[in-house]
């Protein structure tokens, strides 16, 4: 969800400005939260391996100094941010695409969830319309409550529980999911397996996707664990959605989206100003990050840098071990066994307040050299899963075929941009779904019936416009 | 139909253009976002076109041959033309982003010019272009079928191959010498992209009978090229020195943005 968007305070150098990790496309958290399934699996609690998942990034929000200055910055490095964001997106489409052309499970029709009850095979256009506008409203409701429920859950600080629901989902999606899709593509290709090796692939394509999430990993193996369980729950929705029910709910959600994240009530607003609040950052593993920041580099023979080095480190781990948080203010918040550890790695440097406050009292933009390629730009998971149902619904099922995907997927890259744009004027938490979605929408109805017709006679008659 | 014709068609079609994006496009972010955006403006103007023929086919007689093929040859005319006002909006945009870009720039320069802008607008076009009108024919050579089975041309494939990958580039020089007309104000050239493009459009109406329409096509885009190429400073010299490997003074006949004069 949104966008860690943490406060934390300026003595984490070299991110600051790094607005972009409140790239509140953050809003995927909350579409993950509207995932069924697996509820938790977005939400995941900041890990210690939150230098591999850029989450000291997350963790800085933006105290804007000169806004004119930080405005030129953003703009300026743009460009690079929407690439950056293109690609992954583009990544997880094909996959979803690739998959959905040749393995004709995902395209078969075996049922529904429960989530949504009523079937789509009726005898008038009229009943499968209010079946449909039914089964949109149920998912919907759930979705709310699941997210209100995790806001609420958050307020209270009941971590556990958030970190536990994380971890299921994502031992589901890795594990459950990825065996059923292993299976079918084994199925497509007529692939003789025996049950071990699977068991064996499986094993270690999940243990190694849980490591990687949610806690260190190589950041372009966690980049790809990310985009392939996106792929993974995008095709469980485009299988088990019926086809009225899937492009309602993406409508709704998209204005859900907006409502969540933009109005002062809205769900996920409230949970992104909690954790600013609270100096924390916001399930950094459930969103997709474009690079990390190398904290190495910032311990220095300075102490004064050690302190902020250790400061960094801390801060993840005070936010890892939420349950010490609360733990007396004078040590920090720093757990005994973290201490010791630190004091093995870099010998006995005690923070102090005095040391803090003077940290803190240090210019936001820092002498070390900000390097504008360690930004980075954040995307939830959220929006991943709904870019690739939309392009995924239109590669299954439209008469257009490939020109009706193609279209879908420049539609929903130019909604990316446009809401890049809007971020870097804004600078605040947006919701990445709407635009693209709409954009999508509109492209997919609008070239499947009137593009498509013009395009097959201009084939048949070899014509070229 | 097999793999060999999927292969070779797509390369045909798209591989000049996929080599275009590898090299003067893939590295700069700036410019894949100019190329998906122009991708977008043409895939608006084919939007709307086909709505209007649309309408139109939807409010005459559906059994009437020649009605309909009159209908669908001012469908393409109308979409042409569509298409050239789509490149002058894109155009447009492309001026006020560009003002955008150097009030945001450092030294006071945009990091892209306008004459960059044009040749990426132009491959998006192009790109868009043909991938509408090839992806779903490679789609379906791959599967089963005899092509000209039933008295058709047996060539199917292969000329729309050609004239998929002549249409990318007449849309690449057309994006040149449209914007170079927009920004000199000769509004001949934009005119003159506007008539070739109707007469590229035209020609594919003589399909079957292909020497009418690729013929014409090929020759149209090898003078839009020698036109785009002198318009962006290329000269005979320029391309005698690449061709005799001597060192070219930098700034030379390239796309670097230098000032059109």
């Known amino acids: 969800m949104t966008e860690l968007s943490a406060h934390l305070p300026q003595f984490q150098h070299g991110q600051l400005t790094e607005n972009f990790p409140d790239n509140h496309l953050s809003n995927t958290n909350d579409n993950s939260e509207r995932r069924r399934h697996d509820n938790s699996e977005r939400r995941r609690n900041d890990n210690p391996g939150s230098e591999t998942n850029g989450q000291p990034q997350n963790n800085i929000q933006q105290v804007v100094e000169d806004e004119e200055e930080d405005e030129e910055l953003t703009l300026k490095y743009g460009a690079k941010h929407v690439i950056m964001l293109f690609v992954p997106v583009t990544l997880c489409m094909v996959v979803v695409v690739a998959t959905i052309k040749s393995v004709s499970f995902y395209t078969r029709k075996d049922g529904q969830l429960i989530y949504t009850p009523f079937t789509e095979e009726t005898e008038t256009i009229g009943q499968r319309a209010l079946n449909s506008i039914l089964n949109a409203a149920i998912m919907i409701s759930v979705i709310i409550v699941m997210t209100i429920l995790l806001v609420v859950l958050y307020k209270y600080r009941c971590y556990k529980v958030i970190h536990g629901w994380l971890i299921i989902s994502s031992l589901l999606l890795l594990f459950f999911f990825s065996f059923i899709y292993l299976g079918e593509v084994f199925k497509t290709y007529n692939v003789a397996m025996d049950y071990i090796t699977v068991a064996l692939m499986i094993w270690n394509f999940g243990v190694v996707g849980m490591i990687c999430i949610h806690w260190k990993g190589p950041l372009r193996l966690q980049q790809a664990y990310l985009i392939m369980i996106s792929a993974l729950m995008a095709l469980v929705f485009i299988k088990y959605l019926p086809e009225w029910t899937a492009w309602l709910i993406l409508a709704v959600i998209s204005v859900y989206d907006l409502v969540a994240v933009l109005c002062p009530k809205g769900p996920l607003r409230m949970l992104v100003e909690t954790a600013q609040e609270r100096n924390e950052t916001l399930f950094p593993a459930l969103i997709y990050s474009s690079t990390m920041v190398w904290l190495v580099n910032m311990a220095e023979e300075d102490p004064e840098a050690q302190r902020k080095a250790s400061k960094n480190s801390t801060y993840d781990k ?29 010998g006995p440097i005690e923070s102090t307040p005095e040391s803090r406050a003077a940290v803190q009292a240090l210019p936001s ?13 954040k995307l939830g998971l959220g929006d991943f899963i709904f870019y690739s149902v939309l392009v995924g619904k239109a590669s299954a099922t439209a008469s257009g075929d490939w020109n009706t995907t193609l279209a879908c997927f420049v539609a929903i890259l130019i909604g990316l941009c446009l809401t890049l744009l809007l971020l870097a004027i804004f600078k605040k938490a947006l919701p990445a779904l709407p635009i693209s979605i709409t954009f999508g929408l509109v492209f997919y109805f609008a070239t499947d019936n009137l593009v498509q017709p013009f395009m097959d006679q201009l084939a048949f008659h070899q014509f070229y416009i | 139909m097999t793999l060999a014709v999927f292969f070779g068609c797509t390369f ?55 009605l309909q093929r009159g209908l669908l040859i001012f469908g393409v005319m109308f979409s042409v033309l569509l298409q050239e006002a789509f490149r002058f909006l894109y155009y447009k945009l492309l001026r006020k982003a560009i003002e955008g870009l150097v009030a945001l720039s450092e030294d006071g320069c945009s990091p892209i010019s306008i004459q960059q802008m044009a040749y990426v607008a132009g491959v998006g076009f192009g790109l868009m272009s043909g991938a509408f009108s090839m992806i779903n024919l490679l789609a379906d050579a791959l599967g089963p079928g005899t092509v000209g089975i039933h008295g058709d041309s047996q060539l199917y494939f292969l000329t729309s191959a050609f004239m998929t990958m002549v249409l990318i580039f007449l849309h690449t020089f057309w994006g040149i010498l449209f914007f170079h007309g927009c920004e000199n104000q000769r509004w001949w050239e934009i005119a003159a992209v506007v008539l070739m493009h109707l007469a590229v459009s035209g020609s594919t109406f003589w399909n079957p009978l292909y020497v009418g329409s690729l013929v014409p096509s090929y020759l149209l885009m090898a003078a839009a090229a020698v036109w785009a190429y002198l318009l962006s400073g290329g000269s005979a010299q320029n391309l005698r020195r690449f061709l005799l490997c001597k060192c070219l003074v930098k700034g030379d006949g390239d796309l670097s943005g230098r000032p059109w004069g």
């Open chain 1, 365 to 377: 933009n820092s002498q070390t050299s900000e390097d504008p390629e360690e930004r980075g730009v």
């Open chain 2, 12 to 66: 045909i079609a798209f591989g000049p253009a996929l080599s275009l994006f590898l090299f003067t496009i893939a590295r700069d972010p700036l410019r894949i976002i100019i190329l998906i955006a122009g991708a977008f403006f043409w895939l608006v103007s084919l939007l709307l076109s086909s709505l209007i023929w649309f309408i139109a086919v939807k409010a005459s007689d559906p059994r009437d041959e020649a």
């Open chain 1, 318 to 346: 005070q936010a890892n071990q939420p349950q010490n948080g609360d733990a007396e203010p004078d040590d920090g918040g720093f757990s005994q066994e973290w201490q010791q550890q630190r004091d093995n790695r870099i």
